[in-house]
């Protein structure tokens, strides 16, 4: 099966090891992965700060890098939200509607790939610590994948999950909105860092490195000794 990786802005820059680790995964399991070089940022920020008229030109790059790919995976879930926005946002433009409507069907969502497309819920990973899981928003609310993470993360050798309390309230990233609402976006991580602290968790595990980013930039700040790992990251450990 052939698999064009979306590696989105913030894997690129920020965590390119969950790219390195979303390959190794896919490689294992018998995909075969390439990189489209032409594929730039999805335009989400540009779009939800009320610029559509830029983001088209953006879509339209997108919509090009990805044209002759079977398969698009990208691991963030909101990033991967963002291609099911391209047909609103070209509905005047039936020619690019009709694609964007293509790209959309053939996009996944890392775990949603694994669980919906390849039929695979335990990929042999091997993780011995106490964990739990942080559910984004764009990725449950706007994409409606909820259950394929849990389903990988529950068949890891090793590693026991724990429920995260209030597990459904947003981390205060929502790209722009943390920069835009400093103090608001403060208080929601700092909410959401007390209850992974009432689990006792060892990792918070989640599929969107926005989240990941926010809320592992605060525990570093706080000094708490909570190790932030995309399930990327998760599902490519192996046993020695």
């Not at 835009?180 to 968790?201: C, D, F, G, R, Y």
Request: aromatic share 8%; net charge negative; glycine share 8%.
């Amino acid at each position: 099966m052939k698999v064009s990786l979306f590696i989105t802005c913030l894997a690129d820059v920020f965590y390119p090891g969950v790219g390195k680790d979303t390959v190794e995964v896919l490689e294992r399991l018998g995909c075969s992965v390439d990189f489209p070089a032409a594929q730039i940022c999805c335009g989400q920020p540009a779009y939800n700060s009320g610029y559509h008229r830029e983001t088209k030109d953006v879509a339209k790059n997108m919509i090009k890098a990805f044209e002759k790919s079977e398969y698009v995976v990208t691991p963030s879930g909101s990033c991967a939200s963002m291609f099911l926005e391209y047909p609103h946002l070209l509905k005047d433009e039936p020619e690019w509607k009709e694609k964007a409507e293509q790209l959309a069907k053939k996009t996944f969502e890392f775990s949603q790939f694994l669980v919906d497309v390849l039929k695979i819920e335990n990929v042999g990973a091997t993780c011995p610590v106490k964990a739990t899981y942080h559910t984004s928003c764009h990725m449950t609310r706007l994409l409606g994948v909820k259950d394929a993470p849990m389903k990988l993360l529950n068949n890891v050798e090793g590693l026991e999950l724990t429920s995260l309390p209030n597990k459904e309230n947003c981390c205060g990233f929502g790209g722009t909105f943390s920069v835009k609402m400093v103090p608001i976006s403060e208080q929601m991580v700092n909410e959401k860092i007390s209850h992974i602290e009432s689990t006792e968790a060892e990792v918070l595990v989640g599929a969107d490195c926005g989240c990941l980013m926010n809320i592992g930039g605060r525990i570093d700040r706080q000094g708490k000794p909570i190790k932030v790992m995309h399930i990327a990251q998760v599902l490519n450990q192996t046993a020695k």
